[in-house]
Nanobody, 126 residues
């Protein structure tokens, strides 16, 4: 069984920073079940959208245009953990943030990911 557990969410004022963590268990980044880790977010009334992607192996990271230059995705393979460093947060970043793992390419599409965390809430106030 694959389990992804997010943490690090909370409330912060605009311009502040948060670092989200996603601890994976039941598989490792080198396993067949996952070749990409990603962060998605979903605000009330909106579709879940991809935020950032990092391959578990080689390859570069990429981001949604809305977060480029502000968010950084990284991973610690020894800990089976992926992070999302969020800087210069804006109220529009307020959402439930989800960690995801998949093996159908490394993109920002929902259907590419089979495993999901429960989410961690990020609230940015102005």
């Amino acid at each position: 069984q694959v389990q992804l557990v997010e943490s690090g969410g909370g409330s912060v004022q605009a311009g502040g920073s948060l670092r989200l963590s996603c601890a994976a268990s039941g598989y490792t980044y080198s396993s067949y079940s996952s070749n990409c880790m990603a962060w998605f977010r979903q605000a009330p009334g909106k579709e879940r959208e991809g935020v950032a992607v990092i391959p578990t192996g080689s390859g570069g990271t990429f981001y949604a245009d809305s977060v480029k230059g502000r968010f950084t995705i990284s991973q610690d393979n020894a800990k089976n953990t992926v992070y999302l460093q969020m800087n210069s947060l804006k109220p529009e970043d307020t959402a439930m943030y989800y960690c995801a793992a998949g093996r159908i390419g490394c993109g920002l599409r929902l259907w590419q990911y089979a495993y999901w965390g429960q989410g961690t809430q990020v609230t940015v106030s102005s």
